[in-house]
């Protein structure tokens, strides 16, 4: 499956811990990752904290859209696999 870009909401129960990023609106990833680096920033924790795991964490965000992930490939980020041919 192929969409024109990749999309991600914050669920809102997680809504407390991400101050500043909007809950439950599908927005662009590059958006919301922007959001959450800036938030983690502001809040005064370390500038390397944010290469050691990910932004957008699976349990508090939904996704649609972009790439489909390999099977078996759960822990990869999307950009590891080249796109699928038509």
Same mark, same amino acid.
């Given at each position: 499956?192929?969409?024109?870009?990749?999309?991600?909401?914050?669920? *809102? =129960?997680?809504?407390?811990?991400?101050?500043?990023? /909007?809950?439950? =609106?599908?927005? /662009?990833?590059?958006?919301?990752?922007?959001?959450?680096?800036?938030?983690?920033?502001?809040?005064?924790? !370390?500038?390397?904290?944010?290469?050691?795991?990910?932004?957008?964490? =699976?349990?508090?965000? =939904?996704?649609?859209?972009?790439?489909?992930? *390999?099977?078996?490939?759960?822990?990869?980020?999307?950009?590891?696999? *080249? !796109? *699928?041919? !038509?």
């Amino acid at each position: 499956m192929q969409t024109a870009r990749r999309e991600a909401r914050l669920r *809102p =129960e997680y809504a407390a811990l991400y101050a500043g990023v /909007p809950a439950g =609106e599908w927005r /662009p990833v590059g958006e919301l990752l922007d959001c959450v680096a800036a938030a983690r920033l502001r809040s005064g924790r !370390p500038s390397g904290e944010l290469l050691q795991a990910r932004l957008l964490d =699976e349990q508090h965000f =939904e996704f649609r859209g972009g790439w489909v992930r *390999p099977a078996g490939h759960t822990d990869a980020r999307m950009t590891d696999f *080249p !796109p *699928p041919q !038509p």
